[in-house]
């Protein structure tokens, strides 16, 4: 079974910083993209910002030059560092990844979320 494990979630002021981590274990045999998406309050799921298992990423432009995501392969986690935290970046925030598991089934797999809210 897969699971992906979220950890660094927390309350900070505004201007701090935090660094999540998902790490994905159990029977994959590929991962590939992997993503974070955050669900502010009263608000839709939106996608913060993804990297493909090359390593080329893209982000939402609410946080460019804020955020960095990044993963490591050879421990099948993905990393967002975020920088500069607003009150607006309050969410809970989800990793995503899609995988290859070891029956060949192609999966979109979900964290369970993390609570991240920033505090003015």
């Known amino acids: 079974q897969v699971q992906l494990v979220e950890l660094g979630g927390g309350l900070v002021q505004a201007g701090g910083s935090l660094r999540l981590s998902c790490a994905a274990s159990g029977r994959i045999l590929s991962l590939n993209d992997m993503a974070w998406y955050r669900h502010p309050p009263g608000k839709q799921r939106e996608l913060v910002a993804r990297i493909t298992s090359g390593g080329s990423t893209n982000y939402a432009d609410s946080v460019k030059g804020r955020f960095t995501i990044s993963r490591d392969n050879a421990k099948n986690t993905v990393y967002l560092q975020m920088n500069s935290l607003k009150p607006e970046d309050t969410a809970v925030y989800y990793c995503?990844?899609?995988?290859?598991?070891?029956?060949?089934?192609?999966?979109?797999?979900w964290g369970q979320g993390t609570q991240v809210t920033v505090s003015s």
């Open positions: 995503n990844a899609y995988l290859i598991d070891s029956d060949y089934r192609f999966l979109d797999f």
